[in-house]
Nanobody, 129 residues
């Protein structure tokens, strides 16, 4: 059974950094793209960053994440990371990682929640002084 578990969220001051982890089990991480999403209260779930399978490791960042966030994978540890720097109050949200139903998904543009099938439970990120 495919499972994803996020960790690493917390309270951080504006300008600070956090690294989120997405530990996966039940499937070969190297064959799957993984997307990071976030959802603030009263807003739809939005894609933040995506990394393709190890075939090309292509990455995508939404405009708000470019230059501040870095996505990476460690297949040996079955984990995908999202390093977040220069955090702002508007980054406050629950962050989720997700995998599509099938292999072959390529992160070449904005990714959407409806394209992903397996989800973690989320981890809260709060940016506040």
């Amino acid at each position: 059974q495919l499972q994803l578990v996020e960790s690493g969220g917390g309270l951080v001051q504006p300008g600070g950094s956090l690294t989120l982890s997405c530990a996966v089990s039940g499937f070969s991480l190297d064959l799957y793209a993984i997307g990071w999403f976030r959802q603030a209260p009263g807003t739809p779930r939005e894609g933040v960053s995506c990394i393709s399978s190890s075939v090309d490791n292509r990455t995508y960042y939404t405009d708000s994440a470019k230059g501040r966030f870095t996505i990476s994978r460690d297949n040996a540890k079955n984990t995908v990371y999202l390093r977040m720097n220069s955090l702002k109050s508007e980054d406050t949200a629950v962050y989720y990682c997700a995998a599509p139903r099938m292999t072959g998904y390529v992160c070449y543009g904005q990714h959407h929640a409806y394209e992903f099938y397996y989800w973690g439970q989320g981890t809260q990120v709060t940016v506040s002084s």
